[in-house]
Nanobody
Framework: QVQLVESGGGLVQAGGSLRLSCAASGRTFSDYTMGWFRQAPGKEREFVAVISWAGLRTYYGDSVKGRFAISRVNAKNTVYLQMNNLRPEDTAVYSC?????????????????????WGQGTQVTVSS
């Protein structure tokens, strides 16, 4: 079992920044590919970003490319999502997820079914 706890959400004005954190416990963190997803009210869950086990490979959803950055510190069992130039349409509950396996194909990791463990999520609200 892997437990994931997100933090760092909140209310921010359009154009502002937030950094989300996801702390993992329970298994060897570096054995997992880590992703971020979001879900806005009345919408389907949307892929945001994914990072490989060593942090050398990343992949982003089109709507956040160039504005968000995913990173991880394995020594701290934590994955981050730096969100810059936020827009009202970024408003959603953001959840991190863990997928067992180090050598995942990044562009296939947009599928939420490939993840084994999920956090509860943190709310991000962007005002216009």
């Amino acid at each position: 079992q892997v437990q994931l706890v997100e933090s760092g959400g909140g209310l921010v004005q359009a154009g502002g920044s937030l950094r989300l954190s996801c702390a993992a416990s329970g298994r060897t963190f570096s054995d997992y590919t880590m992703g971020w997803f979001r879900q806005a009210p009345g919408k389907e869950r949307e892929f945001v970003a994914v990072i490989s086990w060593a942090g050398l490979r990343t992949y982003y959803g089109d709507s956040v490319k160039g504005r968000f950055a995913i990173s991880r510190v394995n020594a701290k069992n934590t994955v981050y999502l730096q969100m810059n130039n936020l827009r009202p349409e970024d408003t959603a509950v953001y959840s991190c997820a863990a997928s067992a396996g180090r050598y995942q194909v990044m562009d296939l990791m947009t599928d939420s079914n490939k993840y084994n463990y999920w956090g509860q999520g943190t709310q991000v609200t962007v005002s216009s």
